[in-house]
Structure formats: structure tokens, C-alpha cells
């Protein structure tokens, strides 16, 4: 099993530098594997507001909406 606090805390420092959404995304989701739903959720939900990482391709998006998605239903969030 990997360090996701230790992972989360790169992927952070890479997008800080990059700016790129890959990176935000990807720290997103190493708090969910961490169990940090909450940060997790607040995060994709920043993301796609586009704060920080600016627009997101649809591709980027779709992919963010269905994270969140699957975060939320294995943490048995109802969705709304």
C-alpha cells in the first residue's frame, strides 16, 4: 500500500509549480485513497469551479465528475 499523504503533499507541489490540472486532480485523488472524502470532494468540487487550475477540458472534467461520483458512493454519500 502507498504513502497517499506523501504522494498528495508531490502531486501539490507539482501542480503549485505546473499549474497543469493533472497534478490537482491527482492530489485530489490520493485524499481519497487516504479516507479524506471531505478534502477529497472539496477538491474536485474546487476544481470544477475552475479555481486554481483554470477550465477544464471536457475530457479532464468528465473524468473529475465521474471521481467525485465514485467517491462519494464508497463513502455511501447519498448524491444528489
Known amino acids: 500500500r502507498g504513502d497517499f499523504v506523501a504522494?498528495?503533499?508531490?502531486?501539490?507541489?507539482?501542480?503549485?509549480?505546473s499549474?497543469?490540472?493533472?497534478?490537482?486532480i491527482s492530489a485530489a485523488n490520493m485524499a481519497?485513497?487516504?479516507g479524506e472524502v471531505q478534502a477529497a470532494?472539496?477538491?474536485?468540487?474546487?476544481l470544477l469551479r475552475g479555481g486554481g487550475a483554470?477550465?477544464?477540458s471536457s475530457v479532464h472534467r468528465s473524468f473529475v465528475?465521474?471521481?467525485r461520483a465514485q467517491?462519494?458512493?464508497?463513502?455511501g454519500i447519498a448524491q444528489e
Open 41 to 46: 470532494l472539496d477538491e474536485y468540487d474546487e
Open 71 to 75: 467517491v462519494e458512493t464508497d463513502a
Open 65 to 67: 465528475i465521474r471521481k
Open 7 to 17: 504522494a498528495r503533499r508531490h502531486f501539490r507541489a507539482a501542480f503549485d509549480l
Open 54 to 56: 483554470g477550465a477544464l
Open 19 to 24: 499549474r497543469k490540472p493533472e497534478a490537482a
Open 32 to 34: 481519497a485513497k487516504n
